[in-house]
């Protein structure tokens, strides 16, 4: 699978991006969707996991209540939505994806299809 970010841009904190990510091939609905950060001079990191059907979701705790994924499998797409950003959510943003049909798919999972990366900046 093949995929391609968008979305990402310059916001004032407490502002709200969504960012895309379109993902190519026939078999989309089989694959856990992920999104990852890395902030300048940082390891990257895991913000959000869906599973193949969307129904579960994982959250890294610094997002909880703030960002939402979701998949739309019709499309062949994955979102993040972004509200009340901080200047710590800047960093670039990069979808993932793994061939997983679990019910649930935790944040430790590792994934294997990487899209190329969107910077989201949050200013202060």
């Known amino acids: 699978v093949q995929l391609q970010a968008s979305g990402g841009g310059l916001v004032q904190a407490g502002g709200s991006l969504r960012l895309s990510c379109a993902a190519s091939g026939p078999t989309f609905s089989g694959y856990a969707m992920a999104w990852f950060r890395q902030a300048p001079g940082k390891e990257r990191e895991v913000v959000a996991t869906i599973n193949w059907t969307g129904g579960t979701k994982d959250y890294a705790d610094s997002v909880k209540g703030r960002f939402t994924i979701s998949r739309d499998n019709a499309k062949n797409t994955v979102s993040l939505q972004m509200n009340s950003l901080k200047p710590e959510d800047t960093a670039v943003y990069y979808c993932?994806?793994?061939?997983?049909?679990?019910?649930?798919?935790?944040?430790?999972?590792?994934?294997?299809?990487w899209g190329q990366g969107t910077l989201v900046t949050v200013s202060s």
């Open positions: 993932a994806a793994r061939e997983d049909q679990r019910v649930f798919v935790p944040r430790t999972s590792r994934f294997n299809y």
